[in-house]
């Protein structure tokens, strides 16, 4: 398994952009599906975007398509997330997670996560 630790949250103004980034401190991602959940205070946690092993395949959430894009090197064992036009509905604390097989958009079948990032967008 993988040890994930993420990077790169604050606090931010509507509008604004954010890179943030998960490494992983301990193995490699090459063999993994990596995906990034978001928790908001009060809620349940949410689905936000996955990428393939081979970066062939992503897929985000339906609020997040068109403003937010996931990436990875795993030359650098790195997922990235960049996130646009950020908004208040996108405070969250923002999860990477690790799957071991075809990528998925359930929380329940990631083996690996990280911390998690804190994301504020103020208005």
């Excluded at 996955?50 to 997922?79: C, L």
């Excluded at 998925?104 to 990032?117: K, M």
């Amino acid at each position: 398994q993988v040890q994930l630790v993420e990077s790169g949250g604050g606090l931010v103004q509507a509008g604004a952009s954010l890179n943030i980034s998960c490494t992983a401190s301990a193995g490699t991602i090459t063999n993994y599906a990596m995906a990034w959940f978001r928790q908001a205070p009060g809620k349940e946690r949410e689905f936000v975007a996955v990428i393939s092993q081979n970066i062939d395949t992503t897929f985000y959430g339906d609020s997040m398509s068109g403003r937010f894009t996931i990436s990875r090197d795993n030359a650098k064992n790195a997922v990235y997330l960049q996130m646009n036009s950020l908004q208040p509905g996108d405070t969250a604390v923002y999860y990477c997670a690790a799957r071991g097989l075809i990528a998925s958009l359930r929380e329940s079948e990631y083996e690996c996560w990280g911390q998690g990032t804190q994301v504020t967008v103020s208005s």
